[in-house]
């Protein structure tokens, strides 16, 4: 069990909830339990194949998982993950 | 979709535009949300972009969640993130398209020369996979901290 927080521009998937308890003692499985509660969020979050987006990140706590155990990293349930979509731009 | 800018943000985003040219600024914007979107304060991140910052900018992951907690601690939503356009128009690139995320608006600043010329917002339609250009109202909001 762990809280995921949900960032702004997907909250209209979560019915406007910020945050949602998700089951599971890894990142993975909290990641998703959340996109079991909210299907429509699933697309956002992960690739056709199952793998985390390029363009999403995955924080535990203020660490990113990519320094951690990536999607295997343990969480508990005082743990909180943030999904950060990648942001970037620029003139062509 | 109208999109109202607290005077003191959009200063705040120009003064840092021209500030950061000739590479690119980026930054948050936080507000309100009705039927209009209200922007109240406006805060810089750093461009973590490797490489060439006059035509590029990222945000790094980190400064998203300290922004999220920003939000959430003043009870205020995100509602975009605001970019420079160094001697370019304010409009939005096909670079900016390929990494555009629904739901925020992109306020862009074009500086010409060091000065700023031009401020547009935009919000992608995801139907169409295009940006819809937003029409900007200047507004003096009640101070915000």
Known sequence: ?92 | MTISINKDALDEMTKHAEETFPNECVGFFYGVEGNDRDVLVAREVNNVKEGDQRRRFEVDPFDYLMAEKFAEKNGLTILGIYHSHPNHPAKPSEHDLRQAIPYFSYIIVSVMDGKTADVTSWQLNTETNEFEEEKIEIKQFDKVK
């Not at chain 1, 979560?14 to 945050?19: E, I, L, V």
């Open chain 1, 1 to 92: 069990m762990a809280r995921v927080i949900i960032p702004t521009p997907l909250r209209k998937f979560t019915a406007n909830q910020a945050s949602i308890d998700a089951n599971g003692g890894t990142v993975r499985e909290s990641i998703t339990s959340v996109a079991d509660q909210f299907p429509e969020l699933r697309k956002h979050i992960f690739e056709d194949g199952g793998e985390i987006r390029k363009f999403v990140r995955i924080y535990l706590g203020d660490e990113d998982i990519n320094v951690l155990e990536k999607e295997d990293t343990k969480v508990s349930p005082e743990s909180v993950i943030s999904i950060i979509p990648a942001i970037a731009g620029g003139i062509d």
